[in-house]
């Protein structure tokens, strides 16, 4: 006799390329498909992470909010689908979708919800407006959920001071699929010529959208700093608006450097583009656990990151790390690692994979959230 597998339903605010859309899309890609069902619903758009997760075969719906805009209508649209979808569990990813997740909640049957912490500290600006007053609305409302899911020491510890007291708090870290991601020789010969960089030109890159907390200023200075030592060194952004057509991006980049730097956009391909570089790098001011950070580790990559959210925790004594907006430090801790011998580079790489095979494996993940899913709608059927 087979058991009804059981419903998830993930309500996330967007489906944009980001970390928490991403680590969604691999969660559903490793999951026990036939002890869990799971539909995903976006507030907004499909974006460019939505037709992914339709091509897994999984459902996909969408609202259509306008972003920071409330919509009542929107919202008794979600209350309609959470009760015509019946889920046993209903999993919420971002500030927003948090809230109209937790409230649809309780007019939908009140199937449990977990809640899905995915930063730390992102900057003053950002506890302030729309994002801060549904922060506080969050943390007045934070024993309403089931669990408080947090993937980084660093964001629980901001939401506690924002106050957060929610019935549970779960910690289950990014995870990566180090099969998926891993040193390739061919794809940096491959990507490298796509970019028209020799194979041995230091080639420094960051993935991140472009975004204030991302930290390009600080990565563009740094990119002034270092070539003055290292006129052959070459850099690589990826992401969305990481393109020749934003003249905010340009504006950050000195006519010096200007011929050094290489703006790809957004690509699908990051295994390969990490495989590409010699040193990866977040130079953000505000993270929790950044996806970009686990991915290039896994692809034997050194990352250099500022000390924010649990990186430094992350890296450990596999890569450097450095103060936020500290371009100096940032150039220099470059410089360290282009500098080391081959096979000392090589040992760092490889020490880099290894962290994250034995501390952030994606199949230990899975099964993290599976076993909370599991207790979740087991509490509701007891």
Known sequence: MTSTPI????????L????AETMLLKILQGMDRGRFSSTVLSLTDEGQI?????????????????RRLPDPFSFLSLVHKMRR???????????HADLLGCLASRMAGQPPVAWNLRCSYMGADYYRGMSGLVIRSLARLSDL???VVYNSEAGRALHVSLGYEPQRWVLIPNGFDTQQMHPDPDARRRIRGEIGVANDAPLVGMVARFDTVKGHDTFLAAAG??????????FLLVGAGCTTD??????????????AVILLGERRDIPDVNAAIDVATCASIGEGFPNVVGEAMACGVPVVTTDVGDCAEIVDDTGRVVPPQDSEAMANAWNEILSLPAAAHTRLSMAARARINESYALNDVVVRYEQLYGELAGATSS
Not at 7 to 14: A, P, S, Y
Not at 246 to 259: F, S
Request: net charge positive; glycine share 8%.
């Open 7 to 14: 419903r998830l339903l993930h309500v996330i605010t967007g």
């Open 16 to 19: 944009n390329t980001g970390g």
């Open 50 to 66: 939505g037709p992914r997760i339709s091509e897994l075969g999984f459902r996909v719906e969408t609202l259509g909010m306008r």
């Open 85 to 95: 979808i019946r889920p046993h569990v209903v999993q919420t990813w971002l500030y």
């Open 145 to 147: 959920p089931a669990a």
């Open 225 to 234: 700093r270092l070539l003055r030592s290292r006129p052959e060194a070459k």
């Open 246 to 259: 934003n003249a905010e991006l340009r504006r950050m980049m000195p006519k010096a450097i200007q011929d």
